[in-house]
């Protein structure tokens, strides 16, 4: 069964500085979908990126970018010059390609912005 | 464009009262519907999942269930909540199993 393990319950940052989320994940499968969304405190979900595993071009998305490794099952997201409506929980979730309708999440990590 | 609505976006209910919550897509068609509940400070757990009318796939047993009477609209129901009903739920959509999932506003959902 796949697995998404976020390792970092929780993250800080200093405002307009760079910060990295990791992601792996567990799976057999070789085409398949990675995600990365945003929940702040308002609770909404919101899609941050999405990458298709078949590609080897990293997603971007402004200041929102992957480092998407396949063969090491890794999928980070990287935060460029941070905001303060950056602070959110951020989830990484996958889909297979092929199974089922299911997304996996990962448990999530909070990131907190510093002023 | 698509929208998705979903209501209440909070409600306080007794152990033991019957439950419906209701979320509805707009501007797309046959698109997959999801149902997730989310623990505080916890990840998505998912529910229900339905790819059409009529159509629903139960991931989790327990007292809740699921019903998609119409093509676009999505209902959360129980019969009798237990205090471990809590939660916060969220509704998705998604047009097609290889698109991201879009979610509502969720229901904060307290069981006294």
């Known amino acids: 069964a796949q697995t998404v393990t976020q390792s970092q319950p929780e993250m800080s940052v200093q405002e307009a500085e760079t910060v990295t989320l990791s992601c792996t994940y567990d799976?057999?499968?070789?085409?398949?979908?990675l995600f990365w969304y945003k929940q702040p405190p308002s609770r909404q979900m919101i899609l941050v990126i999405r990458?298709?595993?078949?590609k080897q071009q990293n997603a971007t998305e402004n200041r929102f970018s992957v480092n998407f490794q396949k063969a090491a099952k890794s999928f980070s997201l990287k935060i460029s010059d941070s905001q303060l409506g950056d602070a959110a929980m951020y989830f990484c979730?996958?889909?297979?390609?092929?199974?089922?309708?299911?997304?996996?999440w990962g448990a999530g990590t909070k990131l907190i912005i510093k002023p | 464009s698509q929208t998705i609505h979903q209501w209440p976006a909070t409600l306080v209910q007794p152990v033991g009262s019957p439950l419906s919550l209701e979320c509805t897509v707009e501007?797309?068609?046959?698109?997959?519907l999801y149902w997730y509940r989310q623990a505080a400070g916890r990840g998505l757990q998912l529910l229900f999942y339905?790819?059409?009318?009529?159509?629903i796939s139960s991931e989790v047993p327990q007292n809740l269930s699921a019903s998609r009477p119409q093509d676009r609209q999505f209902i959360l129901s129980s019969k009798k909540l237990l205090l471990s009903d809590s939660g916060f739920y969220l509704c998705?959509?998604?047009?097609?199993?290889?698109?991201?999932?879009?979610f509502g506003d969720g229901t904060r959902l307290s069981i006294l």
């Open positions: 799976t057999s499968e070789s085409d398949y979908y």
């Open positions: 501007g797309t068609s046959n698109p997959n």
């Open positions: 979730a996958y889909r297979s390609a092929s199974s089922n309708y299911q997304l996996i």
């Open positions: 998705a959509w998604e047009q097609g199993g290889n698109q991201p999932q879009h």
């Open positions: 990458q298709e595993a078949y």
């Open positions: 339905s790819v059409g009318i009529g159509q």
